[in-house]
Every structure is written in C-alpha cells, then in structure tokens.
C-alpha cells in the first residue's frame, strides 16, 4: 500500500507540480490549501506524514504544528516543514515546536522527496517481533520490560521503565513534562509531578555513557525532553 502524504500549501501550482511528481514517486497524496481543509483532511484519513507550509491563509504553520503535537491523534505524525522565508529563527521555531524536517522555498521536488523517504524510513523505531524497540546499543524490551545497553541490563523501576517507553515511541519528538505526565496516566501522579527531572537524571546515569553530556534523552530548554532518533556512532538528528 502506498505511503498516504498530506500536502497543506495554498500554491495551487506548487501543489499541483509536487502531486504528480510524488504520485509518480509511489505516494498517495492529498492535498489541503489552507488550515481548516488541512485539519479537515486529517480528521478523516490516515497519514503517515505531513508536508506544512509556514504560511498560510487562515494562520500559522509553526502554531498549526505546535497544536499538532499537543494532540494525541497526531503527536507521532512525521511533520516536513515549508517556508519561502528562510529565516534561521524559522527553522529553529519550527523544529522546536516539533516538526521533524525544515525544507525553505524553492526547492527541488527531487530534494522533497528525498526528504519525504527519508522522515518515513526514521520516524519509527526498528522492531524486532514487534516486542523490542532497538536504538543502536540501546534496546528497550517491552514484553519484558527491560532496557539493555549493550546486551547488558539496565536497572530502571518500573515508573522510570515507562517513562523512557514514552520518549522512545517518540523519537526525535519534544515532549513537556505535562505530556508525559499525561502519557503516563494510570500511575500517581506525585510519582511524577515534581520529579520528572530527577527520573530523567536516573534514567540517563545507566543508559548513558556520560550523563553529563546525554546523547540519548536531550533536554530542549522550556519545553522538555526529547529522545535522539540516531545514537553512538549513527550521530545525532
């Protein structure tokens, strides 16, 4: 089955030229010309990934993405973003506020696509019978409930074991504290209210090889934590 795209941009020709070259790629796509159609689109079909200009007619890309992730229909929903801006800033927004890629305008549709396999190939982690998440060294069993490195296992308390689950099934994604707490319901909430932070610190002094300096599970600064798609020797995204 074809991989389903959803293309929010409201250059008519833009979208018509990226249509046909990506359909002729493999991809179903559909098309939304501004916010609301796009919100609609999303409402009533599965997607695997969402290509999102910065501006649009009825508001703003980067606030459309932010809302994006702070719902959990969509929070693991791979988001491309466009801009015919260019600005740094943008770019910095936008990945901050949780879109996986930045491409500006113009660009190549070749580029595009490029961009499009690649968000598909990396947004999920690579399973093993569907029970172990693998990051490089790093696997996370979850029928057992263990966490190695190494092959070696790594000793978490349940509460912090599924607190690490909940970054992991999110790679590259940034996470709040009051969304993993959200995620995390069905345990008491003191468990995690005031001490996020501090089972985060305890998860990276054994799954780390220098907890100082994590390449695992990174602090974003005022927003939360985010769990590194790419690991050890792969480098970081």
């Keep these: 089955m074809n991989p389903r795209l959803l293309l929010i941009d409201d250059d008519a020709r833009l979208t018509a030229m990226l249509g046909d070259y990506l359909s002729s790629a493999g991809f179903d796509v559909s098309f939304a010309g501004s916010l609301a159609q796009g919100r609609s689109e999303l409402e009533s079909g599965q997607f695997e990934l969402l290509v999102l200009d910065l501006m649009l007619p009825d508001g703003d890309g980067l606030e459309f993405c932010r809302q994006l992730r702070g719902d959990k229909r969509w929070r693991r929903l791979p988001v491309l973003m466009l801009s015919a801006r260019g600005e740094p800033m943008d770019r910095i927004l936008g990945l901050e506020l949780g879109a996986d890629d930045y491409l ?25 019978g569907d029970e172990v998440l693998r990051f490089g060294r790093l696997e996370i069993d979850l029928a057992a409930r263990q966490v190695r490195l190494d092959g070696n296992a ?29 995620a ?6 003191e468990a995690f209210d005031r001490s996020i932070d501090v089972h985060i610190s305890r998860i990276r002094s054994v799954i780390e090889d220098d907890p100082k300096n994590p390449r695992r599970v990174l602090t974003v600064r005022g927003a939360g934590y985010v769990f590194a798609r790419k690991q050890d020797a792969e480098g970081l995204e």
């Design 104 to 128: 500006p305008k113009p660009f190549e549709p070749r580029e595009l696509q490029a961009r499009v396999k690649a968000l598909l190939r990396r947004t999920e982690p690579q399973a093993m």
């Design 154 to 182: 790594c000793d978490l308390t349940s509460h912090q074991f599924d607190l690490l689950v909940v970054l992991a099934q999110s790679p590259g994604r940034v996470l709040s504290r009051d969304q993993i707490m959200d």
């Design 184 to 189: 995390l319901k069905g345990h008491p909430l």
